[in-house]
């Protein structure tokens, strides 16, 4: 709708001023409306009252006791025949003194002509005598409507002012840090650095900067793992194909020499191809780690003695049953590459998460070497890191697909001698 305000903060401020006016208006109008409604019938009649009696005084020609009462109850009464200056127009059906005319026309059953001098809040009361003159009864309009009226309305205003001020300053910083969160949006779209941003606001606007902030460091670092597979391939193929276009061109080709060449091309695109390809999408499904490691590490390391350390009722959680697979498939897979003897498997569960550790007796990966090793097609100095692809290749992609899970994965020292890989899920 065009009458709706585009920007978030005039909505905001027309979802909070239209219920309050509503609901004014309704408290004003049920509540008040039939309370004053009350208090001025209640006026009109006391005042109708007193101005009855004093005429019943006038047509019994008692004038002491008219002069007496009058001066009671704060009246002036003056009785003229002649030049009385009155407008065209009465107010005896106006909003002031429309209740005190009717109940003066019970009470008298004679035409009563009621005027209202705004300027001094006076009300003249015409009334008739027997002898045909007039009796003029001059008192304070307060005496038969309250100006209480007016204030609560100002009173209403105030309080709709009042809120609009107190709430601006909020939707100001609470706008403020939508827009920065849309200006930091525009930066890292455009792959640009968005300098002193950090989550600022209410929590849910914090977690959206936060999550925000994440999803910018898991393109980089994605953008940053294609880069160096890309460049990783293209030297390892060069190589290769360098020396079978020699090979051919000199014809001293070899065939076991080429096969093995065009074997080895094909393993690092395969490689290629298993990191490009990603995870398909999969749904969620209640999961249970112990049978999943027990089954990859016989099938990875037939040869290998394998060591369990599970709790005797594994945590059961919903996962992606068959990525994780991969993901622990390729952590296992490298272990039992470089394990002498014996593939150790250990799962700790707690109230939030459940931590795997695998371990192997084999050849570890120095501390300065470990973030490397996460890295795919990066090779390591060590022995651990020396075949085609490097350790990395299968370690990136289950390091990937656990934070995809919502989780960590880890490189630490194993107690065994080798590598423990340290994989904390969230229940």
């Known amino acids: 709708m065009k009458l709706v305000p585009q920007h978030f903060f005039w909505r905001t401020i027309l979802l909070i001023l239209i219920p309050l006016v509503v609901a004014q208006f309704i408290m004003a109008n049920v509540f008040f409306g039939n309370h004053w409604s009350r208090v001025h019938a209640t006026m009109a009649r006391s005042l109708a009252g007193e101005i009855a009696t004093m005429m019943n005084f006038l047509d019994s020609n008692n004038m002491p006791a008219l002069e007496t009462m009058a001066t009671d109850v704060g009246i002036n009464v003056t009785i003229d025949k002649e030049n009385l200056v009155r407008p065209n127009k009465t107010s ?92 930091a949006a525009n930066r890292f779209g455009r792959g640009l650095e968005a300098p002193g941003f950090k989550p600022m606001g209410s929590k849910e606007i914090r977690d959206a900067a936060t999550a925000m902030i994440t999803m910018k460091e898991r393109l980089d670092r994605y953008n940053r793992t294609r880069t160096d597979m890309l460049n990783a391939v293209s030297h390892d193929l060069k190589s290769p194909l360098a020396r079978m276009r020699l090979a051919v061109e000199t014809d001293s080709a070899d065939k076991n020499v080429l096969l093995t060449d065009i074997d080895r091309m094909a393993e690092m695109i395969n490689g290629y191809l298993s990191f490009a390809r990603g995870e398909l999408p999969e749904i969620e499904q209640s999961t249970e780690l112990p049978p999943m490691l027990i089954r990859l590490a016989r099938d990875a390391a037939p040869n290998k003695k394998i060591v369990t350390n599970f709790p005797d009722t594994p945590v059961q959680f919903y996962a992606r049953p068959m990525a994780l697979a991969r993901a622990f498939g390729n952590i296992i897979e490298n272990a039992a590459r470089y394990a002498k003897k014996s593939i150790k498997l250990t799962e700790i569960d707690s109230q939030y998460e459940t931590t795997v550790l695998i371990e192997d007796d084999g050849i570890g990966i120095p501390d300065d070497k470990k973030n490397d090793a996460l890295r795919p097609f990066v090779r390591l100095d060590d022995a651990r890191g020396t075949n085609t692809g490097g350790t990395g290749l299968g370690l990136s992609i289950a390091k990937t697909t656990i934070e995809n899970h919502g989780g960590q994965l880890f490189l630490e020292n194993s107690d065994m001698g080798g590598l423990r890989v340290r994989i904390v899920l969230p229940i």
Do not use: C
Request: overall charge positive; cysteine-free; hydrophobic content about 40%.
């Open 92 to 183: 005896n059906h106006s909003r002031e003194t429309g209740q005190l005319a009717s109940e003066l026309s019970k009470r008298l059953s004679r035409r009563v002509k009621v005027y209202i001098d705004r300027k001094p809040r006076l009300i003249y009361i015409d009334v008739p005598t027997k002898d045909g003159q007039i009796a003029t009864f001059e008192s304070s309009m307060y005496r038969i409507y309250s100006t209480s009226t007016e204030v609560f309305i100002l009173w209403l205003i105030g309080a709709i002012l009042i809120v609009s001020i107190l709430v601006s300053p909020f939707l100001i910083l609470h706008n403020r840090s939508i827009r920065r969160i849309a200006y």
